[in-house]
């Protein structure tokens, strides 16, 4: 009843907004001129009205607050019209929210409240900052703020003290400018080009740039406040993490004779050099070799028939994969880092404050950090999966016996590129996906061409099939249980299980504050990288 008794009075109203003001019938009313009449008339209720029209313009969104504003100060001046716009505007701001809030809060959290739930929480904890930042810097319309916070759970009292306190300042400069504007005396260059209106509408135009810079500072402040900045740094820069974005990092820096320290727990060059782009293309290599050898007839070439097992010396072919890494070490080292001007530490980091990161005992201080901390292979918890003694793309270089049958699960890029490989080796490759294709994301045609590919090279393609289970047999036979996308359940035996379903951001026990995180685990960042704490 009470949405319908609303709907009601807002028809009516634009009934009579149209009535009057259609075509351009409020341009009378919306004139200094006619204003200063009534006021000149009587004070009082010239103000009264003008209270209440800027009320009913600010509660149904109609496009003259802007005006109004100008108008108030140049008609009341700049004490009375900031009095009178400022409680008229927040008034109407207000009942614009609860107009939102009454008519669609119940409809929109109920249909996308899923959706919301993130947006809710921050508004729960910390709407009347977020409100006050945007009632400072309007980076959107004033009526859409009003409209979205009434689909939140913020209160309605502080909505309008957020309002009416965050609206002062810009409140104040329009209407100082429709004061100047009213004291002009004549339309000539003598009577606009005062120091007043001029320096009115400076303020005005550097208005929103002067807020920038306050809330920049009061945020940064906000920020920082916990923390003790150090009276000075031992370097200009610490990167942790020495892999490829590490590597690149601390080399730029010292290039640019900047003093930076890299920090990395494990080994020199990350997954790059050490479990993924190296090895892996080494062991494309000789699997592309091998699928040459299988094919010679193709190149008018006469060779005695070869299968696999006769070509393929499989600990041969990783003891390889282990001398290519090698043969690339240096070039990724801690000699050579350090003969670059980078000084390396090996250790664990815990980053202590936006300043300081721990080693051990010791404390690196430095001016900026750069968190390069790379991903690690997810493994889905599948009930089972721990008694396979399931491989990753980071343990499937320790490999000396060529599996004789590899279930893969995972068919994007590196559950691919190693089926190939172990195929083309000889094994028998089983791919499982739960998406209708291999490579999702990549283009339709890309995909079809690999599965292609990949059936005439004796792959066994699984996809739109999800893994829900693994068993070992009392004769050590393991198998995985699969069902399909139309509900039917099947099964997979297998000698070795390679996970490669995808990659979880390293974002976890580095850092002794908070740092947040989006959904998927990987830190938050702005369009520069940067984290809350540049």
């Given at each position: 009843?009470?949405k319908i ?5 807002l028809?009516?109203?634009?009934g ?5 003001c259609g075509a ?5 009313w919306l004139?200094?001129g006619y204003?200063?009449?009534?006021a000149?008339?009587s ?6 009205g ?6 009913l313009?600010?509660?149904l969104s109609?496009p003259?607050?802007?005006l ?8 009341f001046?700049?004490?009375w019209?900031?009095l ?8 109407g701001?207000?009942l614009a929210?609860?107009l939102a ?6 409809w ?8 919301l739930e993130a ?5 729960a904890k ?10 400072l810097l309007?980076?959107f319309?004033?009526f ?11 209160r ?12 002062l ?8 400018a429709?004061a100047?504007?009213?004291a ?12 007043g209106l001029?320096g ?8 929103p ?7 920049s500072r009061?945020?940064?402040?906000k920020l920082?406040k916990?923390f003790?900045k150090?009276k000075q740094f031992?370097n200009n820069?610490?990167?942790v ?12 820096a010292?290039a640019?004779?900047?003093k930076?320290?890299?920090i990395?727990?494990?080994k020199?060059g990350g997954d790059?050099l050490?479990?993924?782009c190296?090895?892996?293309k080494?062991?494309?290599?000789s699997a592309g070799v091998n ?19 006769d070509t393929?010396?499989?600990?041969a072919?990783?003891?390889?994969v ?16 350090e003969?670059?001007g980078?000084?390396?530490v090996?250790?664990d980091a ?7 990161v721990?080693?051990g005992?010791r ?13 690690r ?9 721990e ?7 980071d343990?499937v270089?320790?490999l000396t ?6 279930m893969?699960?995972g ?7 190693l089926?190939q490989?172990?195929?083309?080796l000889?094994?028998e490759?089983?791919?499982?996906d739960m998406?209708?294709?291999v ?13 292609a ?9 699984l996809?739109?099939h ?6 070992t ?10 069902e399909?996308?139309a509900?039917?359940?099947?099964t ?7 996970v490669?379903?995808g990659r ?8 002794d ?11 938050q960042?702005?369009?520069?990288l940067r984290?809350?704490?540049p």
């Open positions: 009843m009470k008794i609303l709907l009601v009075l028809g009516i109203l634009g009579v907004y149209w009535r009057y351009g019938g409020c341009d009378q004139s200094i204003l200063q009449a009534q000149d008339a004070p009082l209720a010239a103000g009264l003008f209270f209440v029209g800027y009320v313009v600010t509660a109609l003259f607050a802007a109004l504003t100008l108008m108030g100060g140049a008609v001046g700049l004490g019209g900031l009178l716009v400022s409680f008229a505007s927040s008034i701001a207000t929210f609860l809030r009454t008519l669609l809060r119940d929109v959290q109920g249909k996308f409240g899923g959706y947006m809710n929480r921050g508004v910390d709407g009347a900052s977020y409100l006050f930042s945007l009632r309007p980076l319309p004033f859409a703020i009003n409209a979205v916070f009434g689909l939140t759970p913020i309605t009292w502080t909505f309008y003290w957020v309002s009416q306190l965050g609206m300042a810009g409140t104040a400069v329009y209407v100082n429709g100047e504007l009213g002009v005396e004549e339309l000539s260059a003598k009577g606009i080009l005062t120091p001029l009115a509408f400076v303020l005005l135009a550097a208005f740039y002067i807020l920038r810079g306050i809330m009061w945020q940064a402040y920082y916990p003790k150090p031992d820069l610490v990167v993490g020495g892999g490829s974005a590490g590597l690149v990092s601390a080399y730029i010292a640019v004779n900047a930076v320290t890299l990395e727990r494990d020199m790059c050490n479990t993924g190296v090895p892996s080494a062991l494309l290599r699928a040459s050898f299988q094919r010679a007839a193709d190149f008018g070439l006469t060779l005695p028939p070869l299968s696999s097992k393929v010396d499989f600990p072919v990783m003891q390889r282990k001398q290519v890494i090698a043969d690339i070490e240096p070039h990724d080292s801690i000699e050579r880092y003969s670059l980078v000084n390396c090996t250790g815990k980053i202590i404050s936006p300043w300081e721990q080693v005992d404390v690196i201080t430095a001016k900026n950090i750069i968190i390069a901390t790379g991903a292979p997810f493994v889905p918890p599948i009930p089972g999966i008694e396979t003694g399931y491989l990753t793309s343990t270089w320790g016996e060529q599996p004789k049958r590899l893969i699960m068919a994007g890029p590196i559950g691919c590129e089926a490989a172990f195929a083309r000889g094994a490759v089983t791919l499982v998406a209708e294709r490579m999702p994301r990549e283009d339709a045609d890309v995909a079809e061409h690999v599965s590919r990949f059936s005439a090279e004796g792959i066994r393609l996809t739109s999800k893994t829900v289970g693994f068993e047999s009392a004769e050590g036979v393991k198998q995985a249980k699969l399909s996308l509900g039917e359940q099947s997979v035996e297998f000698d070795q299980l390679l490669a379903v979880k951001a390293r974002t976890e026990q580095f850092c504050f908070d740092l947040p995180l989006t959904p998927q685990g990987t830190l960042v702005d369009e520069y984290t809350p704490y």
